[in-house]
């Protein structure tokens, strides 16, 4: 898993594709002011999710801690801007994390993913500039798992 911190002129470079995208996108838009519609929620016990199909456990690295999975959560790479509080996922997804706090997560819907995964992704901040960037893809028989 990457984690990179970048400065904010290279976070800018990075995202200045994905801006003049939004021009000619909306859907990008909605990406970007979806966090507030979708609250975030404390984690329990170390746990990220657990799965409704058949109870697997994921800790907030995405390891499973209790089957039937046994394979972690897919992680996605990421760059941290600090300056705006923000994360570009897999160089193409931005993603406004000031409203997350540390030991919280939050998820995107597959539509809300740009493609990058198509059951959606889990967002857990462990620190303020330390992410875990996961697949809501359940390892075990592909459910989707979604945050407390
Ligand atoms: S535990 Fe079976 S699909 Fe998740």
């Known amino acids: 898993m990457k984690k990179n911190k970048i400065s904010r002129k290279e976070f800018i470079s990075k995202t200045s594709k994905v801006v003049g ?7 990008v838009l909605a990406i970007l002011q979806s966090c507030d519609s979708n609250p975030a929620s404390s984690t329990q016990n170390g ?5 409704p199909d058949h109870g697997a456990k994921f800790d907030t690295d995405g390891n499973p801690v209790e089957g039937p999975a046994t394979a972690p959560l897919q992680s996605y790479n990421y760059v941290f ?4 509080n923000a994360i570009l996922i897999e160089d ?3 993603v406004d994390v000031s409203d997350l706090s540390v030991e919280s997560a939050i998820s995107l819907e597959a539509s809300q993913t740009q493609g990058i ?6 967002i857990y901040r462990k ?3 330390d992410f875990n960037v996961l697949s809501r893809l ?5 459910a989707v798992v979604g945050p407390f």
């Open 81 to 84: 801007d600090q300056e705006n």
């Open 127 to 129: 620190t303020d500039s």
């Open 138 to 142: 359940c390892t075990h028989a592909g």
């Open 92 to 94: 193409v997804l931005p």
């Open 47 to 51: 746990l990220i999710s657990i799965c």
């Open 21 to 27: 995208g939004m021009v000619v996108c909306p859907a």
């Open 117 to 122: 995964d198509g059951s959606g992704i889990l």
